[in-house]
């Protein structure tokens, strides 16, 4: 389990990234961590990208139905422009933001800021998604998580698109995804 960093050990700030499958408990960890940074009192700004719309427009909702309010944003530029009054910075669904995400949170990490960072590491073919690489190596703590696969209930690292549609962004979730582990994800 990732145990935050005292605030006065670090002076500075810092990026911790959740990366891992669909249905891997990416934002349940973002929640679990943003809601002990409120009981520590300190500042959380939180935001998600505008277009996934799949549960609440400005609510963060994870597949075991825990939630917290969210800021939606159309472009990674809001985040630095709002997120001044903030000492914690939340993303989720990182995978969907411009590559200039990558540059945000470096800035707020600069500025001493928390940056907790969620995204899907693979698309549905497998392949690194979107600004995801970058903000994997520039992270200074990264977490992976892995789902249950559902075709044979071993450790999942891949979200299998069981719809026929070819775009990288499908919006969706059990009607058109499925957590596998590699050999499954490959059959
Ligand atoms: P993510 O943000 O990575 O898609 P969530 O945090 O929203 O994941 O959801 C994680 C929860 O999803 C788990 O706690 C569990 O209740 C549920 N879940 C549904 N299908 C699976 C699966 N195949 N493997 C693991 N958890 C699953
Ligand atoms: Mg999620």
Redesign the pocket.
């Known amino acids: 389990m990732f145990i935050e960093p005292h605030s006065n050990q670090e002076k500075t700030g810092w990026i911790e990234l ?1 990366c ?12 679990r961590r943003l809601k002990r940074a409120t009981i520590a009192n300190q500042s959380v700004g939180i935001f998600k990208p505008r277009m996934d719309v799949r549960y609440d427009d400005s609510k963060i ?4 139905e ?1 939630k917290i309010n969210a800021i939606p944003v159309d472009h990674s530029n809001e985040i630095a422009s709002r997120a001044a009054s903030f000492s914690v910075i939340g993303i ?2 990182a995978q969907f933001f411009d590559e200039e995400i990558i540059g945000v949170c470096e800035v707020l990490a600069n500025q001493g800021k928390r940056v907790i960072i ?1 995204g ?1 590491d693979m698309d549905y073919t497998g392949k690194p998604f979107g600004p995801m690489p970058q903000l994997l190596a520039i992270s200074n703590y990264v977490t992976k ?6 075709k044979c209930g071993g450790v ?1 690292s891949y979200s299998y698109r069981t719809s026929t549609s070819h775009d990288q962004v499908v919006l969706g979730e ?1 009607d058109h995804y ?2 596998r582990c590699r050999n499954c994800f490959t059959l």
């Open positions: 959740v891992g499958s669909m249905f891997s408990g990416k934002t349940e960890e973002l929640i909702v994870s597949h075991n825990s989720d669904e969620a899907l998580l892995h789902a249950v696969c559902m999942a059990k499925e957590a």
